[in-house]
């Protein structure tokens, strides 16, 4: 099957996603990792249909006033991102939106039922689709409420920004049309027959993708009213919120949310799990080992990455600070040998890394492929080219 470009992740991220990737190599014994362990979590249902695409998320108390919405889509190319309420006496402050105003409607259904308190501020952790496209829902809601977010993205998003917004809308179709076909015959996208893991990801994927769709051109582009540079810090009583820009990673863009009482750090898409997502140009695989390390220099008990559920633990972090060190390490060498691009590709070596993030899961050893090694090598090449 030809590569295509079409990014079901509205994420925006510019991979390549390339069938001719999937097919299984250097195939190990190692079993699927398991996800950690999360906490209890909280009945916030309004209605029967708590596993429609637009409610499929838990709530869970992570400290006292302080909730993290934890999607429950299985590994795949369609995510949606986490949100966290932190909840003071008298007002309330959201950490990202999401990808269709109808998901956020269901969170904010959620939040009425923790707190009456108003929204004042929804800080959005950098300007991809899956963590902005909600935000019209918190100022049609909250007519006074901020959008806090790196100042970048006041430039990005009517640019740039704009117009990876179109090509998703366009693209994103043709992408699904395939996964239907691949479930209706019951083919994985290389032409093996479809495990019960794929069959279950691709139906999640068809199911939010279609939601999304069905809201693109509704989505309204809020800008941030407030932007960060490096550090803004909000306090309400003994609570203190830190809003910081530890370096790039994901994106230039990236900020983290830090309850230093609490020892609650929020990531947005600098920790995602099972697989990070990596894209080419916006990624910034140089630095990202050093900003997540400025991470685990935080000491957080309480890690709510931008997808997948909480952590407890800074394990999951080293290994991705490990993981884009060698990719960083390893296409500098081969810059400096000369390599072409496709020549580095064949060189660079991560199937350690893929063992330990994907283990014999197809479905994380397709996204692996297409969202870190494809996007990561290029990245890490372009940057040292530039050099």
């Known amino acids: 099957m030809a590569a295509k470009s079409f990014l079901l992740l509205a994420l925006i991220l510019s991979v390549v996603i390339d069938p001719s990737r999937f097919s299984p190599q250097n195939e190990s014994n190692h079993a699927t990792p398991n996800p950690p362990i999360i906490g209890r979590s909280i009945d916030t249902s309004q209605n029967e249909d708590n596993n429609s695409a637009a409610?499929?998320?838990?709530?869970?108390?992570?400290?006292?006033?302080?909730?993290?919405?934890?999607?429950?889509?299985?590994?795949?190319?369609?995510?949606?991102?986490?949100?966290v309420f932190i909840i003071n006496d008298d007002y309330v402050v959201v950490v990202d939106s999401n990808g269709a105003p109808s998901i956020t409607k269901e969170v904010l259904a959620a939040l009425r039922k923790l707190t009456s308190a108003p929204v004042k501020y929804v800080i959005n952790t950098h300007w991809h689709d899956d963590h902005i496209r909600g935000n019209q829902v918190y100022r049609e809601t909250f007519p006074g409420?901020?959008?806090?977010?790196?100042?970048?993205?006041?430039?990005?998003?009517?640019?740039?920004?704009?117009?990876?917004?179109?090509?998703?809308?366009?693209?994103?179709?043709?992408?699904?049309?395939?996964?239907?076909?691949?479930?209706?015959?019951?083919?994985?996208?290389?032409?093996?027959e479809l495990?019960?893991?794929?069959?279950?990801?691709?139906?999640?994927?068809?199911?939010?993708?279609?939601?999304?769709?069905?809201?693109?051109?509704?989505?309204?582009?809020?800008?941030?009213?407030?932007?960060?540079?490096?550090?803004?810090?909000?306090?309400?009583?003994?609570?203190?919120?830190?809003?910081m820009h530890l370096g790039a990673g994901h994106t230039a863009a990236d900020i983290v949310v830090h309850l230093p009482k609490e020892r609650i750090l929020i990531t947005g898409d600098l920790v995602v799990w099972p697989i990070p997502l990596v894209g080419d140009p916006q990624?910034?695989?140089?630095?990202?080992?050093?900003?997540?390390?400025?991470?685990?220099?935080?000491?957080?008990?309480?890690?709510?990455?931008?997808?997948?559920?909480?952590?407890?633990?800074?394990?999951?972090?080293?290994?991705?600070?490990?993981?884009?060190?060698?990719?960083?390490?390893?296409?500098?060498?081969?810059?400096?040998?000369?390599?072409?691009?496709?020549?580095?590709?064949?060189?660079?070596?991560?199937?350690g890394f893929q063992k330990q993030l994907a283990g014999d899961s197809p479905v994380r050893r397709l996204l692996f492929s297409n969202y870190v090694f494809s996007p990561g090598v290029a990245a890490g090449f372009r940057e040292a080219s530039e050099k």
């Open 195 to 243: 495990s019960p893991e794929e069959r279950i990801s691709h139906t999640s994927d068809v199911r939010l993708a279609e939601l999304v769709l069905s809201e693109g051109a509704a989505a309204q582009t809020i800008l941030p009213t407030i932007t960060v540079t490096d550090r803004l810090t909000l306090s309400r009583g003994d609570r203190v919120i830190d809003v």
């Open 55 to 83: 409610h499929n998320f838990d709530v869970q108390k992570l400290a006292e006033g302080v909730y993290a919405v934890v999607r429950k889509e299985p590994a795949g190319f369609m995510v949606d991102a986490n949100n």
């Open 145 to 192: 409420v901020e959008f806090i977010g790196h100042h970048t993205m006041r430039e990005y998003l009517p640019a740039q920004g704009a117009i990876n917004r179109k090509q998703f809308l366009e693209g994103a179709p043709q992408f699904l049309d395939i996964l239907k076909s691949a479930l209706a015959k019951n083919k994985s996208l290389t032409g093996a």
């Open 283 to 351: 990624s910034h695989i140089g630095e990202w080992p050093a900003t997540l390390e400025k991470l685990i220099a935080l000491s957080p008990n309480t890690i709510v990455p931008g997808h997948g559920p909480v952590l407890h633990d800074v394990s999951y972090l080293k290994t991705l600070a490990a993981m884009f060190a060698s990719i960083s390490r390893q296409t500098r060498a081969a810059v400096s040998k000369g390599e072409t691009l496709e020549q580095t590709r064949k060189s660079v070596n991560l199937e």
